[in-house]
């Protein structure tokens, strides 16, 4: 039950925050921050529970939903997802109490979208069911389309359409491939069941496997995303609230990456390794596409985004290596990117404040003029570059090293891009922190005390996990072998 519990707190909390806004403003949002909490302490059990069983399985929940359909509410959780779980909640938490300066319209009903986001990326990671998987897929589309249109910037409207029709096409492709593969199940079993560890061992003929990852792929590429299909994601970056994108990099595009993992290795090993080569090219076609156009934006989170690009062009090219090394590079690699990145986003939102704009050439000289934001707007960037003591070396080196025994070339191309990630990122803090000062308006100088807190206990995380990745590597491994051992019978 305590899954059902942890799946359900979110909704319930995002309604109470609408509820309270009627009452008072305040309950609003101590009510979305005691939610976290709960969740937090939550997860932290089920963290307790991994270190204390030896199953892949950690905990299950499962009962009957459309009996008629063979759809259930099938809960899991296992290393991988327990994972993802601890770094949404993380998040999420500190997501809610960056809003708090920031929202000032509507605020009930922001809790509410930001909650409801919150609890459907948990349901993607806890559904064991297709249909299940996809209801939550399609769920926290809506949310986020809403935070966007309401809480955006300028052209928020087009935006938020753009993306939903992004977003929207992911989940067509998802359901067809979805629907597609029960079907071929009841031709075999004679059952109709959406079962995910009843699907894994479906016999597809190897045309039809090829067709169904390759719709999976396309599906969760959208969302990562990868070239050709990244289009959304510097536009909604940009126009997103300053601490908006916070939800959006830190939780929303990870769930892609999940589905590659689960999915596409799991349900379709044989035809994800013929594919390998080509995800790869992708990857590194993403790697110095985005590296190229991020040296070249003048507003930063646009530049962020592009950044993002970049970076999963390794993600993908990790996971399709499909070994364990790569694949433990590509956990770890989520954790700290998604946490680096995060921190990078509160950075510019905090810039923003105090300048009133995104725009780089209206920056410089910040350095020693804005307090302690330079400092670990520093600190941020050096670990987004993945020098040694952080998460990011960490997982960028598993990443390298795991694929360079069956793929030299592809690793050597790859490593390559890394170049191009550090002159656009000391190119950034250059243009930013150094040179002559542009602009004399600058207000509020000093971080809260709130604000060093955040930015303190994300640049804690990413070192933790960079000094002692045993912590990662303990929760994830046994599902990183099955995962490994499952793709491994068709080298």
């Keep these: 039950m305590i899954l059902l519990w942890f799946l359900l707190i979110p909704f319930i909390g995002g309604l109470l925050s609408l509820s309270l806004e009627k009452i008072n403003i305040k309950y609003t949002r101590i009510s979305a921050l005691i939610t976290m909490i709960i969740l937090l302490f939550l997860s932290i059990y089920l ?25 259930y509410i099938n809960l899991a959780l296992d290393g991988i997802s327990l994972i993802m779980v601890l770094l949404t909640v993380v998040l999420g938490l500190l997501s809610v109490i960056c809003s708090f300066k920031e929202i000032n319209k509507c605020i009930g009903l922001f809790y509410f979208n930001l909650l409801w986001i919150i609890g459907s990326i948990i349901g993607v990671f806890l559904a064991m069911d297709l249909f299940l998987f996809l209801f939550f897929w399609e769920i926290m589309i809506f949310p986020m389309y809403f935070i966007i249109y309401m809480w955006g910037n300028a052209y928020k409207e087009k935006i938020a359409i753009k993306f939903f029709i992004y977003t929207q096409i992911s989940g067509l492709i998802l359901l067809i491939t979805i629907l597609t593969l029960v079907v071929s199940n009841y031709y075999v079993t004679g059952k109709v069941i ?8 479906t016999p597809i003929g190897d045309k039809l496997g090829f067709i169904l990852m390759l719709g999976f792929f396309i599906s969760f590429a959208i969302k990562l995303p990868i070239i050709p299909m990244h289009n959304w994601l510097p536009d909604v970056m940009a126009k997103t609230p300053k601490y908006g994108s916070l939800d959006l990099i830190g ?92 921190g990078l986003i509160i950075i510019s939102g905090l810039l923003y404040e105090r300048l009133n704009t995104f725009d780089i050439r209206f920056m ?15 600190s941020l960037t050096i670990a987004s570059l993945g020098i040694p003591g952080t998460g990011n070396f ?24 890394l170049i191009l990630t550090a002159i656009y990122s000391l190119n950034l803090i250059h243009k930013v922190y150094y040179g002559k000062t542009k602009n004399k308006n600058i207000k509020n100088i000093f971080l809260t005390l709130s604000e060093v807190n955040i930015l303190s206990i994300i640049l804690l995380l990413i070192f933790i ?25 068709f080298y």
């Excluded at 959406?194 to 061992?201: A, E, G, P």
């Excluded at 995800?279 to 790697?287: E, H, N, P, Q, T």
């Design 465 to 489: 996990i960079g000094f002692y990745p045993q912590i990662i590597f303990d929760i994830s491994i046994k599902s990183i072998t099955k995962i490994a051992q499952t793709t491994m019978f």
């Design 364 to 378: 410089g000289g910040l350095f020693g003029k804005l307090g302690a934001i330079p400092g670990f707007a520093l």
């Design 194 to 201: 959406f079962d995910y560890q009843s699907l894994v061992n």
């Design 47 to 71: 963290y307790y529970l991994n270190i204390n069983t030896n199953n892949i399985w950690i905990v299950k929940y499962r009962t009957i939903w459309i009996d008629r359909f063979g759809i």
């Design 394 to 417: 960490i997982g960028e080196f598993l990443i390298l090293l795991g694929n360079f025994k069956l793929y030299p070339i592809i690793t050597i191309c790859s490593s390559l891009g």
């Design 251 to 342: 939780i929303l595009i990870k769930t892609a990456a999940y589905g590659l993992l689960r999915f596409n290795l799991c349900l379709f090993p044989k035809q994800s390794l013929l594919f390998a080569p080509y995800a790869m090219i992708l990857g590194i076609i993403s790697i110095y596409y985005g590296a190229i156009l991020a040296l070249s934006q003048i507003n930063i989170k646009r530049l962020m985004a592009y950044s993002s690009i970049s970076h999963m062009g390794y993600l993908l090219i990790a996971i399709f290596s499909s070994n364990i090394l790569s694949l433990q590079g590509a956990i770890m690699f989520v954790i700290s990117n998604t946490l680096s990145s995060a």
